[in-house]
């Protein structure tokens, strides 16, 4: 091999060449979004979340019926092309019923996610920020609220307080916050001993300057995903309430209601019951693919 | 002196989101019997992954054996089946692992672990094991050994935990043994006692090691030879004296002047080596250690470098060992330090054409 | 291990005397009185019910009372079926309950641990991903919707299984696979992960560096370790299963507690809430306490003496 003299100059470093050709960082959210996309799984929950929602605005404007007008000649009527989904024994359309159910639910689910997000970002930040005896006594108390049992104290609660939608969005973030604030209070913890946030700190930068600025978006991650599998858990609970005789009053129609009327009547009017038991199904499936899609893509364990 | 291991332009790599990562790129290495050589490199230079390759404990996939060949006692490894494989892991090459913490399992008594390899390559009955399992750790300095068997992980310190380690990885008197970064997670002096521990042990076994470290004052103390690695490749191959004495490549002379050393008394500085290795996904054109060489030279930036050969041992892939380099000075905490050695051929010959 | 399982039983009381008084005061302040549904009562003959149920007495004194006679395991009578007490509830319905829950928790505990070791072998293969579509699906689908499905489909319109109430052994199927579809979804996930984990670790490529072959690995070394955060879900999966039934039972009409409590829920039978919810509460936190004991004995990085985890 012949190599021209002049090849062999001396040169030197390029380090900040040695920089540049290194991968190319992607952003993390773009990167979030890339391994999201590539989960099927996770895509297919999000295609349904979105048709679900979509119907849950516009279907009750899709037929002239109306959720809560009875119709008692019409009783009991099964799924045909005037009443899509049938009728119940009120002769109420479950079409218009059903997607009134969805708006309830999201409702509720959406409701629930965000109270405990409220209040699980206010105990866990404060709790993780003061630390000492502040942290002990506000997480010994979340302990303790935390060993009763779920469902039965929502159930006392509901009996307690009496039916409604308000009641039951209380009764189940009375304790569902506490997930929420230890995970953020666990962020807090990790973040603060870390260094950005110490030099940040002695540039004179204020406590909640430095929240607003470093812990909270570093928190997005698992918060983002805490969120998402909240609110299968609310729509859940609210189905389970009202299927127990303790769920929102008529005419409201939420899915939990609806199956629970259709019960009695499962051998002879099964659509009464099916339609909104496979619609709670498909929503707390969606919202759980795409939970777990999301915990997945935001795990950086897991990035290859 | 007959060759137990001969590693043949081994290449490996893993498949990810990123691409493939091109881990161990044409590396080539022989030991003899009873012989040590040394691993050295930065982290994620591939010494885990070529070491780890001859056993083939690299999870596949996403890793895979792109090329080369592994002829343990003449035999090719490469193409053997898991089956296969059972019969030459811990019996003929064992391993140990960094970090004595995590390598053995926590809900298992030490004694069955060490008895497992017994039982299964020694046909040794449950009794006769655990017999052997005490002898072991007796021979591995373990005070009580019939206590310490019924004993789990949690319940030994560091270095009590890589000394039973050890017991595992000699139960049934490898031929072979792999030390990846053994005495890393431990402190000094316990490092001492494992590096002695392991030195004895071999003239007593008469086993080769293939000894992996970041810490080339360990090198000094353990090895025959020693393999400077980087970037998936070996820059650098000779005796512990030549490598010490008389290194060659720009990047050994960095590893060398990075090393605290007690006759470095100067105080000359330490220098560290600037920059971070390259992406192994795509590796550079050129030598991959160029950009980070004070020492490169324009080729460097275009043409890979061949193998020279300094002496009947010693070998370094550096375009300044071509005849029309410049003579360039080594650091001064490396120049110190060198010395004539009578081995060195006059002028170095080109083993093998650069790709 | 005794003080250790004492401190716990301690902590257990103080649990369930805080769950006690919360039951109380909370059936106080619940809106209207035992009374109001049924038809207007003459004011004398109201006091008289409320004196003979101690419920003219100052609220200490009843809460006293009622402290007093759960601790001599005395619930009361029933508010609205005069002639019965809770006590005789609890011990008609628990142990049908008890068989159909033991039934679910097999179940559950077998399927679950069998998908989730398998997709964690199967890593990325088509078994995983069929695993794993089986327990979203699981955790998706509601128990007491898993219920009415299969109940119209097995039993009304293929009449496999028989439709409802508590007799043979084909009449328990049903209702106890409903019940235990979503813990067998959560111990499959779990069992998954912990498997997955426990795979990547050091230990496992000790094991495999022995020579030792998968089938061994597999067994000798990764279960048992992955089982480990499974056992901690027992817990859960008891609440799970308890209350899962309230509704399973009502569907499948089994005269057992669950069904019960949720009729005295409808009824506002306040003793009977209180009663059954105290009752539960031991039985959770009893089989909270017998999770850890268990998890103490198979992990011996746990030294139940400190409950810490050794280094
Ligand atoms: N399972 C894997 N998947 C993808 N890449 C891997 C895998 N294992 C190793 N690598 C890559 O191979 C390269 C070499 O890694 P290796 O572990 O051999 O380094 P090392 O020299 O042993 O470093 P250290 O001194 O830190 O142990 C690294 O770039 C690493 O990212
Ligand atoms: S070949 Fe060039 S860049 Fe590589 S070490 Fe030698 S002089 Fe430096
Ligand atoms: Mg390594």
Redesign the interface.
Known sequence: ?Q?S???????????S???K???PSLSFWKDVFI?FRKNK?AMFGLVLLAILIFMAIFGPYMTEYDYATNDLTNKNQAPSSEHWFGTDDLGRDVFARTWEGARISIFIGVAAALIDLFIGVLWGGISGYKGGRTDEMMMRFAD?LY??????LV???M??L?QGLGTMILAMTITGWINMARIVRGQVLSLKSQEYVLASKTLGANTSRIMAKHLIPNSMAPILVTMTLTI?NAI?TE??LS????GLTPPLASWGTM?NDG?PA??YY?WR??FP?IF???T??AF??VG?GLRDALDPRL?? | MEKILEVKDLEVSFQ???GSVKAVRGVSFDLHKGETLAIVGESGSGKSVTSQTIMKLIPMP?GKITGGQILFNGDDIVPKTEKQMEKIRGKEISMIFQDPMTSLNPTMKIGTQIMEGLIKHQNMSKQAAKTRAVELLNLVGIPMPERRVNQYPHEFSGGMRQRAMIAIALAANPKLLIADEPTTALDVTIQAQILDLMKDLQSKMDTSIIFITHDLGVVANVADRVAVMYAGQIVEMGTVDEIFYDPRHPYTWGLLASMPSLDNDNKAELAAI???P??L??P?KGDAF??????????????EPPMYQISETHFAKT?LL?P???K?EPPEAVKNRMRQLSSTFDQAVLVK?GK | MAKYIGKRLLYMLI?LW??IT??FF??R???GNPFTSEKQLPPEIEANLNAHYGLDKPWYAQYGDYLLKVVKWDFGPSFKYKSQTVNDLISEGFPVSFILGMEAILLAVAFGLILGIIAALKHNKWQDYTAM?IA??G????S??MA??L??FLA?KMGIFPVARFETFMHTVLPALALASTPMAFIARLTRSSMLEVMSNDYIKTAKAKGLSQGVITVKHAIRNALLPVVTYMGPLT?GI??GS??IE??FGIPGLGAHF?TS??N?DYTV?MGV?VF??II?LASILLVDIAYGIIDPRIKLAGGKKGE
């Open positions: 091999m190599i003299k002049d090849k062999f100059q001396l040169v030197g470093t390029k380090i060449e040695a920089e050709i290194s991968k391994r799984l303790v060993g009763v049992p779920y469902l039965l159930i006392l609660l009996v307690v009496g299968p859940f189905a389970f299927f127990i005789g303790l199956a019960l499962i051998r099964p019951l099916f038991a709670i199904s498909l707390i499936f759980n693919v777990d990035r290859k | 990810t989101y990123g996403p600037p920059g971070t390259p992406d996904t795509n550079p160029a950009a980070r060489n004070q020492y490169a030279l324009a080729i460097d930036f275009e043409e375009w071509h029309d380099a410049p360039v054409e | 649990s805080l769950i919360a039951t909370f059936m302040i619940a809106p579509i979203v699906a955790i998706s689908v509601p007491f919707i009415t499905f109940q119209y009304i609440a308890l209350t309230f509704v009502r569907i949720v829920i409808t506002r809430i919810t539960y509460s959770l």
